[in-house]
């Protein structure tokens, strides 16, 4: 589906399970769209990322395929999801890759090993790549100290200033129609329930899994 179906069907589905409810205890994705009557892009884009796709609300679900309903909120959420990462991430220019993430990574993984070993060849002789170092300060012979802070320092910034701007834009997104209320309370909720893995326990009988068996273990994993 195109990012506008995904959207469409999205809301259909917010629309029929807030006219049921019954999936409500679940998990933390229910509690929140039963604040809203209509859905707006950003309300949407927030649901499906309160999902972590345990599976619980389509196993208990009375209108998924094949009734004509065809009720798949974990299956949809997990598209919108990976759609609002493209919508919000940052730079811009570099959303496309979650498309083709696998490949992107393993590419840029590979490309970045290539440009680091040439970039030492060309800082030192090939030869001393290879040779042996004793002694003290060894370690930091074949990369001063000073580069390898100076490298990683600027990857660590990258990665930490990416998220900052990527949930600028999320939260200003779903800010945008109706502001939400951030409280100490509200924080440490959020942040208790997200070191706890509160909603990977499929409403506290474990998550589904393909033999429709509850079981912690994606809990456990994680």
């Given at each position: 589906m ?42 949407l ?42 919508r ?10 979650f ?83 951030v ?28 033999d429709?068996?509850p ?8």
């Amino acid at each position: 589906m195109s990012g506008t179906e995904i959207l469409g069907e999205a809301e259909r589905l917010m629309t029929v399970c807030n006219s049921c409810r019954y999936c409500e205890g679940l998990c933390a994705v229910f509690p929140a769209m039963e604040m809203r009557r209509e859905f707006a892009e950003g309300d949407l884009n927030y649901l499906a990322n309160l999902c972590h796709a345990c599976g619980a609300c389509y196993d208990d679900c009375q209108f998924t395929p094949p009734h004509e309903f065809a009720v798949n909120v974990p299956q949809t959420l997990a598209q919108l999801r990976r759609q609002s990462w493209e919508r919000y991430a940052w730079p811009a220019a570099l959303a496309p890759l979650f498309r083709r993430n696998g490949i992107a990574v393993a590419l840029l993984a590979a490309l970045s090993v290539t440009l680091f070993l040439i970039g030492f060849a060309i800082y030192r002789e090939p030869e001393f790549l290879f040779a042996q170092h004793v002694g003290p300060g060894a370690f930091y012979r074949v990369m001063p100290h000073e580069i390898m802070v100076a490298l990683f320092g600027g990857v660590t910034i990258f990665a930490v200033a990416s998220l900052m701007f990527s949930l600028r834009a999320f939260w200003r997104d779903v800010d945008r129609d109706m502001p939400l209320h951030v409280d100490a309370v509200s924080l440490w909720q959020g942040v208790r329930d997200a070191m706890t893995l509160r909603y990977l326990d499929g409403g506290g009988v474990g998550c589904m899994n393909e033999d429709e068996e509850p079981r912690d273990s994606r809990r456990i994993f994680h």
